[in-house]
C-alpha cells in the first residue's frame, strides 16, 4: 500500500487544498458549513474509491479497530461505574443523568505518513469543525443512563451489545470488500465514522488516541 501515491491523486490535493483553506478562516455561516461539508463528502467518496484492499490494510485495520474497541470499552465501563455510584448516594435526593461520548483524538496522529499542514487543516474539519452533525455525537452513538431509564431501558445493558457485536460472527463491513474482510470482526463504532460519517480508512488506520467525555446532569438536592 503506497499511501502517498493515494493523497497525491488530483482530486484528492485539490478536495484537500480547498477544505484547508476554507477551514483556516472559517466563520462557521451556513454557506461555509454547507461548502465545507460538500467537500468533506467528496474527499471521502474519492478515498473510499482509492481503497487498497491488501494484507498491510488489513492489519492496520485490524488494530486500529482494536484499540477503538478498548477506547469504548473503557467509556462504557466509566458510565457504568459512575451511574452505579450515583445510585448509592445518600446525598442526593434527585433525578440524575450519566452521559457517555467517545472521539477520535483531536490532535493529527503522529503516526500518519502525510504530516503536511494542509493534512492537519483536514483533520481539524473532519473532527472539530462541526460540519458533521452525526460527528457531534461522538464515534458511536452516545451511552445515557438514570434512574429513570437505566442501562438496560437504554439498549447498552451489555457492551457486546452497544459494540453490535453479539454474535460471534457480526462484522460491520459494510462499504467494504467483502471477501476481504468477512473475518474481520469490524464493531458498530468503526462502521458508524467510515460508513456514516466522512472518514476514510486511510484516516483511521493511524488513529492511536481516543477522547473520552462522560457528564453528570443533575436535577434535584445535594443534601451536606
Known amino acids: 500500500m503506497d499511501i502517498k501515491k493515494v493523497f497525491e491523486d ?15 478562516h472559517c466563520r462557521y455561516t451556513d454557506e461555509e458549513n454547507h461548502v ?20 498491510e490494510m488489513k492489519e492496520l485495520l485490524n488494530e486500529f479497530n482494536n484499540r477503538l474497541r478498548k477506547a469504548c470499552t473503557v467509556l462504557y465501563n466509566r458510565v457504568i461505574t459512575t451511574y452505579e455510584e450515583y445510585l448509592k448516594r ?3 435526593l434527585g433525578e440524575f443523568e ?9 490532535e493529527y496522529p503522529k503516526q500518519h505518513p502525510i504530516q503536511t499542514d494542509t493534512a492537519k487543516q483536514v483533520w481539524d474539519a473532519l473532527t472539530q469543525g462541526g460540519f458533521d452533525d452525526s460527528y457531534n455525537e461522538g464515534c458511536s452513538w452516545p451511552l445515557s443512563c438514570s434512574k429513570e431509564y437505566p442501562p438496560a431501558h437504554g439498549g447498552f445493558e451489555t ?29 458498530q463504532s468503526f462502521h458508524n465514522l467510515y460508513a456514516h460519517m466522512n472518514f476514510s480508512l486511510y484516516d483511521l488506520i493511524y488513529v492511536h488516541d481516543f477522547n473520552i ?8 438536592n445535594l443534601n451536606f
Not at 488530483?10 to 483556516?24: F, G, H, T, Y
Not at 457517555?100 to 483531536?106: A, R
Not at 460491520?172 to 474482510?181: I, M, P, V
Not at 457528564?215 to 434535584?220: A, E, F, Q, V
Open 10 to 24: 488530483p482530486r484528492i490535493k485539490m478536495l484537500e487544498e480547498e477544505i484547508a483553506r476554507w477551514n483556516d
Open 90 to 92: 445518600d446525598d442526593y
Open 159 to 187: 457492551l457486546e451489545k452497544w459494540l453490535g457485536i453479539e454474535n460471534e460472527n457480526d462484522n460491520w463491513n459494510e462499504g467494504l470488500d467483502r471477501d476481504w474482510s468477512k473475518d474481520m470482526h469490524l464493531i
Open 98 to 106: 450519566v452521559e457517555g461520548k467517545i472521539y477520535l483524538g483531536f
Open 36 to 55: 465545507v461539508s460538500h467537500l468533506l463528502e467528496q474527499r471521502s467518496c474519492v478515498l473510499h474509491q482509492l481503497n487498497v484492499y491488501d494484507d
Open 213 to 220: 467525555e462522560v457528564n453528570i446532569h443533575l436535577d434535584g
